[in-house]
């Protein structure tokens, strides 16, 4: 059996496809700039480890969910003078992790708060940590789903493991009290273990109404704020003012 028929079965059960799409031109290029041979091996296996970690990351980005995926780079600081980038820059570090630390993005509609949550969740992608994106609502409508087929427990696994979970619009939208103990039973389970990030545009002192009884809520604040950095967002809309800016123009012209 030819040489490279041999090496290309062995490279196909050893599972090394970038290896096998790309050794006869990486060997080319060593042998006409004379190479040695263990830097050959060396950047053919790096370029296999590469593409791995690549489409990893790919998969971790499809797989949290993101409505869009947004940087911290194209955040506009200039509208919300007030927000602390330093601290935003640091957390995109990922440092809150190793202490379980949760973020609230707490402030008006349409001031960058998704935005914000988005990029974070985008970075830990990116440092290989399993990331779940989703609204309040969707995420209390997959709870009692789960509970109603006696699939709980799987799902609070599951978000158990999750390294961040990002949980967006948190006062958008009523849910059932049901609902609101599932989702504390989340936020209690990820308690020092794991970090959570929530976006509102209600004050601390307003969630009873969404959670029901204050003793609840504070059970659940209580949790949430242990380890937290919060960051208020209060401004116009940035929505609202590229809608304004647009109808300048069309008068304009």
């Known amino acids: 059996m030819p040489h490279n028929v041999l090496l290309e079965s062995y490279l196909k059960r050893l599972r090394l496809s970038t290896v096998s ?32 970690d690549q489409n990893a990351q790919k998969e971790r980005l499809r797989k949290a969910g993101f409505p869009t995926v947004k940087m911290l780079d194209s955040f506009d600081f200039s509208a919300l003078p007030h ?15 190793a202490d379980a630390f949760n973020i609230v993005f707490m402030g008006s509609i349409g001031t960058g708060k998704t935005h914000l949550a988005t990029s974070l969740g985008v970075q830990a ?19 009692i789903e789960a509970h109603d087929a006696q699939k709980l427990s799987k799902l609070k696994s599951t978000l158990r493991k999750t390294d961040l ?32 990030i929530i976006t509102t545009n209600l004050p601390f002192p307003e969630w009873t109404q969404l959670f029901g009884t204050q003793q609840l809520t504070a059970a659940l604040l209580d949790r949430l704020t242990h380890r ?18 647009r109808q300048k123009k069309k008068t304009v012209a």
């Open 21 to 52: 799409k790309n050794y006869q031109r990486l060997a080319q290029d060593a042998a006409t700039s004379k190479i040695d041979h263990v830097d050959f091996i060396t950047s053919l296996f790096e370029l296999e480890v590469t593409t791995r």
């Open 228 to 245: 937290c950095h919060i960051l208020e967002m209060n401004g116009e809309s940035y929505r609202f003012k590229e809608s304004l800016g």
């Open 165 to 196: 979970l990002i949980l967006d619009e948190l006062g958008m939208v009523p849910f059932h009290q049901d609902a609101a103990n599932l989702l504390f039973q989340v936020i209690n389970d990820r308690y020092e273990q794991r970090s959570t």
């Open 83 to 97: 927000l602390n980038k330093a601290l935003l820059v640091e957390l995109h570090r990922g440092n809150y992790f």
């Open 125 to 143: 992608c990116k440092m290989g940590k399993k990331v779940k994106f989703c609204t309040v609502a969707s995420l209390a409508t997959e709870l």
